[in-house]
C-alpha cells in the first residue's frame, strides 16, 4: 500500500492568514495531484504536478512536488472562507489514485 | 450536467441487507472507478473498470462486495449481508484512457457526489 500521509489533519485560521499543508510519502509517484472536497461532494482536482521541483501557482494557491516526487505541499495566501473544505492530496500509480488522509481546513471570518 | 452521477444519495439500511448504487459516468470516459471514504478520510480504492473489464481488486474489496459494468457504460457497486462497518461515503469516478504509441495517456479522474450508506 503506498501510504499518503498529510499534516496537519485539522486547520482552523483566521480569514486572511496563510497557511501551509503537506503530503509525505515514503513512494515515488509519477505525478501528484491535490483536490478540494466539500460536504456531500466528491473531489474536485485542483492540480497536478508532475516533474520534481515542479511549482504552480492557481490565483492563491501554491503546489509545490518535491524534487525526489516524494512529498508536496499546498499554501494558501490570504485565506478565505471559501477556502473552507477537505483537502487532498493523492498519488498516481499505475492505473488508479492513492489518496492521502486528508486536510479538513475551516477558515473563520 | 454531463458529470458523473450517482443513485441513490442516500441509503439507510439494517444490517444483513443488500444493496446496490448505480454510477453513470462521463459518456465519453472508458475508465471507472469505485472507491469507499469514510468521514474525515481520503478515500480508498475498491476497484477500476477499463470498457466492461475489472481489471483491479482491492484487498478491501470483500466477498460481499461485487461490482459490474455489463456494458462498458454504468457501473453498479453491490454489497451484500451489510455489516455497520459498510457504513460510509461510496465514490464513483470516470476518467478517459488511451493508448499512444508505447505509452498511454490518462485523463483525470472527474467525481460523483457520492452514495452515502448507513447500516443500523
Known amino acids: 500500500t503506498q501510504l499518503l500521509e498529510q499534516s496537519p489533519q485539522f486547520l482552523s485560521i483566521q480569514e486572511g492568514e496563510n497557511l501551509t499543508v503537506y503530503c509525505n510519502s515514503s513512494?515515488?509517484?509519477?505525478?501528484l495531484q491535490w483536490y478540494r472536497q466539500e460536504p456531500g461532494e466528491g473531489p474536485v482536482l485542483l492540480v497536478t504536478?508532475?516533474?520534481?521541483?515542479e511549482v504552480k501557482k492557481l490565483k492563491r494557491l501554491t503546489f509545490q512536488f518535491g524534487d525526489a516526487r516524494k512529498d508536496s505541499s499546498l499554501h494558501i495566501t490570504a485565506a478565505q472562507p471559501g477556502d473552507t473544505g477537505l483537502y487532498l492530496c493523492a498519488g498516481t500509480g499505475a492505473n488508479n489514485l492513492f489518496f492521502g488522509t486528508g486536510t479538513r481546513l475551516t477558515v473563520i471570518p | 450536467d454531463t458529470g458523473v452521477s450517482q443513485d441513490p444519495r442516500h441509503k439507510i439500511t439494517k444490517r444483513g441487507q443488500n444493496v446496490t448504487f448505480r454510477c453513470d459516468p462521463i459518456s465519453e470516459h472508458n475508465r471507472l472507478y469505485w472507491y469507499r471514504q469514510t468521514l474525515g478520510q481520503g478515500p480508498e480504492f475498491l476497484t477500476y473498470?477499463?470498457?466492461?473489464?475489472?481489471?483491479?481488486k482491492s484487498r478491501l474489496l470483500s466477498d460481499r462486495f461485487s461490482a459490474e459494468r455489463p456494458k462498458g457504460s454504468f457501473s453498479t457497486l453491490e454489497i451484500q449481508r451489510t455489516e455497520q462497518g459498510d457504513s460510509a461515503m461510496y465514490l464513483c469516478?470516470?476518467?478517459?484512457?488511451?493508448?499512444?504509441?508505447?505509452?498511454?495517456?490518462?485523463?483525470?479522474?472527474?467525481f460523483g457526489n457520492g452514495t452515502r450508506l448507513t447500516v443500523t
Open positions: 513512494s515515488v509517484f509519477s505525478s
Open positions: 504536478v508532475v516533474t520534481g521541483g
Open positions: 469516478a470516470s476518467s478517459r484512457s488511451k493508448l499512444t504509441g508505447q505509452s498511454s495517456y490518462n485523463s483525470p479522474l472527474h
Open positions: 473498470f477499463q470498457n466492461e473489464a475489472q481489471l483491479e
